[in-house]
């Protein structure tokens, strides 16, 4: 199982910054390991937000983004102490769902 | 052999086939559907293909988008890249790397209520332009920027 992701969501003027860090390898397919063999490609390809049961943000990623994923967006209607939650599924069907409250 | 294995594989077909390793849990729903992953786009290894593989062939230029990255970035493993859309009935926002193996890095879908900006982190090759391609109001529009990469992100 994946490590958790970091969420950070803070409500400003009726708008709410989130930022998420995720924890993965996002291997390309495309690099070898030490014996010259390819290392299957290993990557976050869906993200989603949800906020209030609605969706605020989704998102489809290929294996060039980078290693340990860092995402920052902005919604509007958020308030302080309700919570935000964050899903991502990868390559091999793994996922991985974290939950934060808006400061 | 058995004949009836033989009848059971030619009647099923291979989509027949992917649904029955899919029920006996082979194959993850996520494995054959990929949830709704676009897979062309994905996989298209020019700029004009990842383009038409969006249904966004002729994008216009627009001054209300601002694609934020630095001019030149040390390691090209970790690039960070910030795409910001004045325009309004902004719905959906890609980045794509013209060198990469596949151009197509990312896209984001942004539902009305979620604002026009978003900030990532991304792998390149080498130095390239980077393009930001907005959909706003059913419209493609798109802007770049080259960046210089110093030590590449992909391979090693």
């Known amino acids: 199982m994946a490590d958790p992701m970091r969420i950070r969501a803070v409500a400003r003027d009726g708008v709410v910054n989130v930022k998420v860090l995720m924890s993965h390898e996002m291997e390309t397919g495309q690099r070898k390991d030490g014996a010259g063999q390819l290392v299957p490609a290993h990557f976050i390809q869906s993200v989603s937000a949800t906020h209030n049961g609605k969706v605020v943000l989704s998102a489809q990623w290929g294996p060039a983004v980078s290693k340990n994923p860092f995402l ?7 308030q302080k102490g309700e919570r935000i939650s964050v899903t991502w599924v990868d390559n091999k069907g793994e996922q991985r769902t974290d ?3 808006i400061n | 052999m058995n004949p009836m294995r033989r009848t059971v594989l030619k009647s099923t ?4 086939l992917l649904a029955l390793l899919a029920t006996a849990g082979f194959l993850r729903p996520s494995d054959v559907l990929a949830n ?4 062309i786009a994905f996989d298209s290894k020019t700029m004009a293909e990842t383009l038409k593989a969006l249904g966004a062939s002729t994008p216009a230029s627009s001054d209300a988008i601002q694609l934020r990255a630095p001019d030149i970035a040390e390691n090209g493993a970790v690039v960070p890249i ?3 859309s004045k325009l309004p009935g902004t719905q959906s926002i890609a980045v794509l790397i013209d060198k990469n193996p596949q151009p197509l890095a990312a896209s984001f879908e942004l539902p009305s209520g979620t604002e026009g900006t978003v900030t990532t982190r991304v792998k390149m090759g080498q130095t390239s332009d980077v393009y930001a391609l907005v959909r706003a109001d059913g ?3 798109m802007v770049k920027k080259e960046i210089k990469v110093t030590l590449g992100g992909c391979g090693g």
């Open chain 1, 99 to 101: 939950e934060a409250t």
């Open chain 1, 72 to 78: 920052e967006f902005n919604f509007k209607a958020g």
């Open chain 2, 36 to 39: 709704g992953w676009n897979k």
């Open chain 2, 82 to 84: 910030a795409v910001d």
């Open chain 2, 13 to 16: 077909g291979s989509a027949g």
């Open chain 2, 139 to 141: 419209k493609f529009y």
